[in-house]
């Protein structure tokens, strides 16, 4: 059973437009959701988070949007620049503290 | 470097070996987990320690894992008896857990490779 879902594998885009990431997630549970950014033959490194009881959240050039209603929630990086090319992963947290992941999304930046 | 460390970085061993991985955490940081990623997956939960105390283990550790944070500081996970399956990246994190929302730091990982 799959909680954390990115449905999409890959994404590429041209350099200075923007990245859109998503991320569904089936447990209502889930109160806290990160980004991390993750490179090859590396541990992953976080990006970016936010509570169940915002809505956006944003810090520099990243932004989280969290739809609890839909229990979706995506990563917008404007403007996208060619160091960006990663794996991205969502994950969801409850009280437990452990995190689920999604699968990953390739982001793609092309010069 | 006040990071999460891991070592060792890789390891080769044969199917049958026990082998066993180190993790530092922050130094403040009084919660500590351990994930294991497959290729084209995201990490999976494994278990994880609050100061000493091993509060949580996932069905994915058998009984061949073990893991163990002595003193709350540093973690061990040792995996005894080694099969090909357990090849994985092998992935630390630490947190300053409060109760609310926490951010966990991971470390670069432990690569295995079972032959």
């Known amino acids: 059973d799959q909680q954390v879902k990115q449905n999409s594998p890959s994404l590429s885009v041209q350099e200075g437009r923007i990245s859109i990431l998503n991320c569904d997630y089936t447990n209502s549970m889930f109160d806290y959701f990160l980004w991390y950014k993750k490179y090859p033959a590396e541990g992953p490194t976080f990006l970016i988070s936010i509570s169940s009881i915002k809505d956006k959240n944003e810090d520099g050039r990243f932004t989280v949007f969290l739809n609890k209603s839909a229990k979706h929630l995506s990563l917008h990086i404007v403007p996208s620049q060619p160091g960006d090319s990663a794996v991205y992963f969502c994950?969801?947290?409850?009280?437990?503290?452990?995190?689920?992941f999604g699968q990953g999304t390739t982001l793609q930046v092309k010069p | 470097d006040t990071g999460v460390s891991q070592n060792p970085r890789h390891k080769i061993t044969k199917r049958g070996q026990n082998v066993t991985f180190r993790c530092d955490p922050i130094?403040?940081?009084?919660?500590l987990y351990w994930y294991r990623q497959t290729l084209g997956q995201g990490p999976e939960f494994l278990t994880y320690f609050q100061n000493e105390a091993q509060l949580e283990k996932s069905r994915l550790l058998s009984d061949r894992f073990s893991a163990e944070r002595p003193k709350g500081s540093f973690s061990t996970l040792e995996i005894q008896r080694t099969e090909q399956g357990d090849s994985a990246m092998y992935l630390c994190?630490?947190?300053f857990g409060r109760g609310e929302g926490e951010t966990q730091y991971f470390g670069p990982g432990t690569r295995l490779l079972v032959l």
């Open positions: 994190a630490s947190s």
């Open positions: 994950a969801a947290s409850s009280n437990t503290g452990k995190l689920i």
């Open positions: 130094s403040e940081h009084n919660r």
